[in-house]
């Protein structure tokens, strides 16, 4: 198995940085916006990105967890069951605009299952995404992000590993070949 670094913590937090920049030009107020992050790994990331808005505006942004996977389309074709994780989202979304955060867009399908299972808590005004890694040429459906943060060109073959730690000081974002 072949590892190559696409990202160190110095370069994620500069990334992350970038990122939180983006979107206070997009939503200057947060007044009428929520942050989701999709479960499992999309959680983390969406914790950090808000605890770096929250510092940087001084303003308390509501925060969700949504898990997706008994919405996904190939729920049922899995030979081994996935595990849900739980969903926490303590506020309604109608007419809110929602930043999904995830880790990793690879095909697209689990953010389609996302925004299905989003409905369950209001019909938001607008839904805008935000990855750490995009690979592309793997897309499956017609969904794109609107905040990303590296974009990875990628093979079948590969697969983008992201380890994120507690102290922030630890992560490393992994392209690896499966051979």
Known sequence: MQKKLILDSDLLTVTLDRLCQE??????????TVIIGLQPRGIFLAEWIHEKLVASLKKDIPLGYLDATFHRDDFRRREIPAKASETKVPFLIEGKKVILIDDVLYTGRTVRAALDAMIAF???????????????RTRELPIAADYVGNYVNTLDSQRVLVELDSDHKHHKIWLINKD
């Open 23 to 32: 979107l206070i030009e997009n939503h200057p107020d947060f007044e009428n």
């Open 122 to 136: 209001g019909r938001p005004e607008k839904v805008e995404l935000l990855v750490l890694i995009d690979r592309k």
